[in-house]
C-alpha cells in the first residue's frame, strides 16, 4: 500500500486543518474552500483526510457504498438487492480532475455493457465514488462554471439525478465538496462561493523555523514513508478519536439564546446576503464546541470559526482596500466593546 | 582516472544545465523535471538530444503533442478496435504509458489549462519527470505556471549558450540512484538551503525541497563518482551550485538577509586586486585547505565560462567572510552561519552577471505569472477547435467536427430496435445518432489602459485609471474580461499590469504606482503595437484606451527633444492605425484641459476616436470601455 503524508504531521496552516475537521465531522456545514498560494499543503492536506477519518460500514458491491444501517431510498442498487452484506471500507477521498467531463463527472451510459450485452446500465462516475466521503477540486477556479454549479447542487441536495441517453436515474452522491485555488488566476463567482461552507486563506509561512519543520518532515517522509507514518500514528490515532466522538456527542450540543442573538447580530453588523451566513456559524460554533467537548456552545466558539464561515460571503466593494478578515475582526471587536 | 573524474564533476557543478539534466537523471521522480524557456536552437537540440537518447535507456520516454486532450493522456476505451473485434478493448493513456519515465512536453506554452491540470496532478504523485520546452517569447505567457512549479529546474536561453552538456555513463546515474536512499543530510544543509530560499525571496515551499533532493542526488552522484573516502566537494560548494541552479531563476530580490550579508555586500564593494594572486593558485594548499578547494573550484567555473567579475568577487568574499570567521573547519560538523554565506555567495557567483540586479528575474516572473494558464491559439476559427465544450446534435460538415464516441453511444441503445442489415455491421447508425463536438467559442475582450504618468497631474491620472481597471474587474465575472495597464514616464514605457481578471493581483501590483517625468509618447505606443499583436495572437480581442495630452518629449530611443520625439510618436501612431484597421477598438483620451492639437493629431494618425476628458474619472472611463 502505497503511504500517504498523515494529516497530523502537517505544520501549521491550523485554520486549514480545523476547517477540514469540521467538515469531517459534519458533512452537512456544505464545503470547504481553500484559496492561498501554490506549495502551502493544499493538496496534501485534503489528501491525507483519507487515511485520517475513521473506516466506515459499506454494502457489499453496492457501487454507491450506502450506509448498511442506513438505507438510502434514492440507491437504486439496495432497493432492488435483498441480501446486503456489510463491509468495512475507507472513506474516500476523491479527486476530481480539471479536464473531466460531465460524463466522468455525473457517469453515463455503460458502452461496454451496451455493446456486448445489449443492456441499457448505468456506469456510476465520480459523483457516485464520493457519496459519503470527499471530492475535492483542485484549481476550482478554473473548472467550467456549469460544472461548478452541478457539483454545488448535487453536494447541497446530495443525490445525483440523471437525465440523459435515454437513461432516467437517480443515486445518493452526499460528500463534502473541497475546493482549492489560487485567487490571482481568477476569482469564483460570488453565488458560487457563498454556497460553500467554509473558506480558508492559506498562507506560505514565512518564518525559517516553521519552513524549515516542512522541509526536514517532508525529507523524512520521502526517504521512508512507512517510518515516518509509524511516528505519528498516535497523534492520527488521537484526531481519529476525537473526530469519532465529536461526530456522537454533535447532536447533544447545545446553543443557548444568547450565543444565537450575538450571531445574528455579528451577521446584520456585517452585513452578509442571506441567511447562509448565520446557519454555517451556527453549525460550525457548534462542530467547535463538540471538538473542545463542550455541551453548550459559547461566544468563544463562534468568534473562532466566524472569519472562515463569513469572510467569503461579505459585500465587496472593489475600491475597498482592507481584507475581509480584517473586517470581520474589526467588527468582532466592536462588538465586544459594546 | 580519479583526476578526470575530479574535473568532469567540476564542469558539472559549473553548467547550470548540466547539473539539471544529471541530477534529473539521477532522482527523475522527485525532481520533477526541467522547464527549458527557450525558442528552437541548434543549442537547445545540443542538449536535449542526447539527454532523451540517455534517458530512453533509463526508462520510457513519451512525446506528448501540444494539443493532446484529455482522453489521450487518461485512456479510455479504443472504439476502433473494439467494434472491430468485437469486444471492449481498452487502451492505455499516455499517463499511465509513462510510468516511471519521462514526458516531453513541446510547445508547452501552448498546452491547453486543462491537460496541465492533468499532467500537474500526476506529478504530485512522483509518477514520472517532465521536460518541459517551452517557446515563449519574453513578454508572452509561457507554460501554465501549475506545472512549471512542480518542476525543480527552470533553464533560460542564457544557460544554453554558455556552456557544453556533459551528460553522465548510464552506469553512473543507475548507481547513484542505488545511493540515494544511503545519503544522510547534515542539519546544516537543511539550514543552509531553507534561509538561502526567503534570502532569495522565493516562497514557494516545493523550491527548498526540491533543492534538497537535489542536494541528496548531488552526494549520491559525488560518492559514486568518487568513492574514495575523502569528500570530493565542500558542502558549501555543492550548496551554492544548488540554490544558483533552484532558486536562481525562481528569485525576486538579489540575497538580503543578516549581517554577514551586509558584510557580504561591503565585501563586494572592495577592490578585486589585492586577491587576485591567491586565486590563480592552482593547487589547495595551506592551513585552510578547504576554502582554497572551493576557490580554485570557483576560479574554474569562472574560467570555464569566461565570466570575470561577480565570481572573482564572490571568492573574494568568501576569503574575507573567513578570515573574519576564523577557522570554521575545526567546527565540523558544519557551522551554519559562514555555510549560509558562502553558499549564497558561490550562488551569486555562479548566477549570470547582472541578472539579479538588473531586476531582469523579476520581470520574468511577473511575465511567468500572468502565465497562468496556458492559452491556446487563436480562435477565429470557433467552431473547429478551442476548449471541448461536449456534444450535441447535428449533422457534421465544414463547421462541425463528428465526436465518434458520442454518436456511438448515442446509437447503442437503439441497436435491438434496429433489424441488422448486413452481419458484418456491429453497429447501425442513424442520421439523428450523429452528434458534432461543441467547442467553446470565447470571445475575449481585452481592455488596455494606456496611461501617461509624466508630469504633475500624473498620480492624479494613475489613481483614476487605477480605479476604473479594479471596478472593470469587479463587474467581469461573468463575462472573463480582462484588463491591462501599461503607463509611462521618463524615459520608457512599461507594462505595468499584464493582462488579468484577478482584482486581486491588480490591487496588488497597482499599490504603488510612480509618477512624474518626461513623456515617451512614442515607446508607449511603440509598446503598446507590439504587445497587442501578441496578445491578439492568443487570440484576445483588443481594446486599448489611451490617456494623455499627446505632448510628446522623449523620442524613441529615450532621449530628450520635443520635435524628434513628435515625430516619432506620430510615426508609431500610423503602426498603431494597422492594428485599428484589423479590428482593435482605440480610443485617446485627451487629458489636457482643453483640446490640444496634438492629441487630436495623434489620434488621428492612429484612427482612435477622440474624447476630450480633463477630468477622467473612474466611472467615465469604465463607461467607455464598456
Known amino acids: 500500500m502505497k503511504h500517504v503524508y498523515p494529516f497530523a504531521a502537517l505544520v501549521g496552516q491550523d485554520d486549514m486543518k480545523q476547517a477540514l475537521l469540521i467538515a469531517a465531522i459534519d458533512p452537512l456545514i456544505g464545503g470547504v474552500l481553500v484559496f492561498g498560494d501554490r506549495g502551502t499543503g493544499k493538496s496534501t492536506a485534503v489528501r491525507s483526510l483519507a487515511a485520517l477519518l475513521p473506516p466506515m460500514q459499506a454494502v457489499k458491491s453496492c457501487p454507491y457504498q450506502c450506509d448498511p444501517q442506513q438505507l438510502s431510498s434514492a440507491c437504486p442498487y439496495c432497493k432492488r438487492s435483498r441480501k446486503r452484506q456489510s463491509i468495512t471500507v475507507a472513506v474516500p477521498v476523491v479527486d476530481l480532475p480539471l479536464g473531466a467531463t460531465e460524463d466522468r463527472v455525473l457517469g453515463a451510459l455503460d458502452l461496454q455493457k451496451a455493446l456486448r450485452e445489449g443492456v441499457k446500465a448505468f456506469e456510476p462516475g465520480l459523483l457516485a465514488k464520493a457519496h459519503r466521503g470527499f471530492l475535492y477540486v483542485d484549481e476550482v477556479n478554473l473548472l467550467e462554471d456549469h460544472l461548478v454549479d452541478l457539483l454545488l447542487d448535487v453536494a447541497a441536495s446530495g443525490e445525483n439525478l440523471i437525465e440523459r441517453e435515454g437513461l432516467s436515474l437517480r443515486h445518493p452522491a452526499r460528500f463534502v465538496l473541497v475546493g482549492s485555488g489560487n485567487p490571482e488566476e481568477g476569482e469564483l463567482r460570488p453565488q458560487l462561493l457563498d454556497r460553500f461552507g467554509l473558506s480558508i486563506d492559506v498562507k506560505t509561512p514565512m518564518d525559517l523555523e516553521t519552513r524549515l519543520e516542512v522541509l526536514k518532515r517532508r525529507d523524512a517522509f520521502d526517504q521512508d ?4 507514518c509509524a511516528l505519528y500514528e498516535s497523534q492520527q490515532q488521537a484526531l481519529q478519536a476525537l473526530i469519532v466522538k465529536a461526530r456522537a456527542s454533535l447532536a447533544s450540543v447545545e446553543l443557548p439564546d444568547e450565543v444565537m442573538r450575538f450571531i445574528a447580530q455579528l451577521c446584520m453588523k456585517l452585513g452578509t446576503d442571506g441567511l447562509r451566513g448565520e446557519l454555517g456559524l ?13 455541551s453548550k456552545t459559547s461566544i468563544q466558539e463562534v468568534i473562532d470559526v466566524a472569519p472562515s464561515v463569513l469572510s467569503h460571503r461579505l459585500r465587496r466593494d472593489p475600491l475597498e482596500e482592507s481584507a475581509s478578515a480584517s473586517v470581520i475582526a474589526r467588527a468582532l471587536r466592536d462588538m465586544a466593546a459594546a | 582516472m580519479s583526476c578526470l573524474v575530479q574535473q568532469k564533476f567540476e564542469a558539472l557543478l559549473a553548467s547550470p544545465l548540466s547539473l539539471a539534466v544529471n541530477l534529473l537523471l539521477v532522482d527523475p521522480l522527485g525532481l520533477g523535471g526541467i522547464h527549458c524557456k527557450a525558442r528552437v536552437s541548434p543549442w537547445r537540440s545540443n542538449w536535449v538530444e542526447p539527454f532523451l537518447s540517455l534517458a530512453a535507456k533509463l526508462g520510457p520516454v513519451i512525446e506528448l503533442a501540444s494539443h493532446a486532450d484529455e482522453q489521450s493522456l487518461i485512456g479510455g476505451i479504443d472504439w476502433a478496435s473494439s467494434l472491430h473485434q468485437g469486444k471492449a478493448h481498452v487502451e492505455q493513456g499516455i499517463l499511465a504509458r509513462v510510468k516511471s519515465g519521462l514526458l516531453k512536453i513541446g510547445m508547452a506554452d501552448r ?11 500526476a506529478l504530485d504523485q512522483r509518477a514520472f519527470a517532465c521536460l518541459l520546452l517551452d517557446e515563449a517569447l519574453e513578454d508572452e505567457p509561457g507554460a501554465p505556471d501549475l506545472l512549471s512549479c512542480r518542476l525543480a529546474f527552470w533553464i533560460g536561453e542564457i544557460n544554453l549558450l554558455q556552456t557544453k552538456l556533459e551528460l553522465l555513463e548510464d552506469n553512473d546515474v543507475l548507481g547513484a540512484r542505488n545511493e540515494l536512499n544511503n545519503i544522510s543530510i547534515e542539519p546544516a544543509a537543511f539550514r543552509v538551503l531553507g534561509e538561502a530560499a526567503l534570502a532569495f525571496g522565493v516562497d514557494d515551499l516545493r523550491a527548498p525541497q526540491f533543492a534538497l533532493r537535489a542536494y541528496r542526488a548531488l552526494k549520491a552522484l559525488a560518492l559514486v563518482m568518487h568513492p574514495a573516502s575523502k569528500p570530493m566537494q565542500d558542502e558549501e560548494a555543492l550548496l551554492g551550485a544548488l540554490i544558483a541552479l533552484v532558486y536562481g531563476p525562481r528569485a525576486r530580490r538579489p540575497p538580503k538577509t543578516s549581517e554577514e550579508e551586509s558584510a557580504l555586500e561591503d565585501a563586494l564593494q572592495s577592490p578585486q586586486s589585492s586577491t587576485e594572486p591567491d586565486l590563480e593558485a592552482a593547487e589547495p594548499e595551506g592551513e585552510s585547505a578547504k576554502a582554497e578547494l572551493a576557490k580554485a573550484e570557483l576560479a574554474q567555473a569562472k574560467d570555464d565560462r569566461g565570466q ?16 573574519a570567521e576564523g577557522d570554521w573547519e575545526e567546527a565540523l560538523p558544519l557551522s551554519f552561519e ?17 541578472l539579479l540586479a538588473s531586476g531582469a528575474l523579476a520581470a520574468t516572473a511577473m511575465a511567468r505569472s500572468s502565465s497562468s494558464m496556458g492559452r491556446s491559439g487563436s480562435r477565429s476559427h470557433a467552431g473547429l477547435r478551442g476548449r471541448s465544450l461536449g456534444v450535441r446534435e447535428g449533422k457534421p460538415g465544414p463547421r462541425s467536427r463528428l465526436h465518434v464516441l458520442a454518436t456511438i453511444r448515442a446509437a447503442v441503445p437503439w441497436q435491438r430496435l434496429r433489424a441488422p442489415v448486413s452481419n458484418e455491421a456491429l453497429l447501425q447508425i442513424e442520421r439523428s445518432d450523429l452528434r458534432v463536438h461543441r467547442y467553446e467559442q470565447r470571445d475575449q475582450l481585452t481592455t488596455v489602459f494606456v496611461v501617461d504618468a509624466s508630469g504633475s497631474a500624473a498620480l492624479h491620472r494613475l489613481a483614476e485609471v487605477k480605479g476604473a481597471v479594479e471596478l472593470l474587474l469587479a463587474q467581469c ?8 495597464v501599461i503607463a509611462f514616464r521618463l524615459d520608457q514605457a512599461q507594462l505595468l499590469l499584464p493582462p488579468t481578471r484577478s482584482l486581486t493581483r491588480a490591487k496588488r501590483q497597482l499599490a504603488a504606482l510612480p509618477g512624474g517625468g518626461g513623456t515617451p509618447l512614442a515607446s508607449a505606443l511603440a509598446l503598446t503595437s507590439k504587445l497587442i499583436t501578441n496578445w491578439r495572437r492568443q487570440g484576445q480581442r483588443i481594446q486599448a484606451i489611451v490617456l494623455s495630452d499627446g505632448k510628446a518629449n522623449i523620442d524613441i530611443e529615450g532621449k530628450p527633444g520635443r520635435a524628434k520625439a513628435m515625430h516619432d510618436a506620430q510615426h508609431q501612431a500610423k503602426l498603431l492605425a494597422k492594428l485599428a484597421l484589423s479590428g482593435s477598438r482605440l480610443v485617446w483620451v485627451d487629458t489636457a484641459p482643453r483640446p490640444s492639437s496634438e492629441a487630436q493629431s495623434m489620434a488621428q ?21 464598456s
Request: hydrophobic residues 50%.
Open chain 2, 477 to 484: 465575472y461573468v463575462r472573463r474580461d480582462q484588463v491591462a
Open chain 1, 225 to 228: 514513508p512507512a517510518a515516518f
Open chain 2, 111 to 121: 498546452l491547453n489549462p486543462s491537460v496541465a491540470a492533468l499532467i500537474g496532478q
Open chain 2, 605 to 625: 494618425a492612429m484612427r482612435a476616436s477622440y474624447m476630450l476628458l480633463p477630468y477622467a474619472n473612474a466611472q467615465g472611463l469604465v463607461a467607455l470601455a
Open chain 2, 338 to 354: 559562514p555555510l549560509l554565506a558562502m553558499a549564497v555567495g558561490a550562488a551569486q557567483a555562479l548566477l549570470p552577471a547582472g
Open chain 1, 282 to 294: 451556527m453549525r460550525a460554533a457548534r462542530v467547535l464546541s463538540a471538538m473542545r467537548e463542550r
Open chain 2, 308 to 323: 570575470e567579475g561577480p565570481s572573482r568577487q564572490a571568492s573574494a568574499t568568501k576569503e574575507n567572510d573567513l578570515s
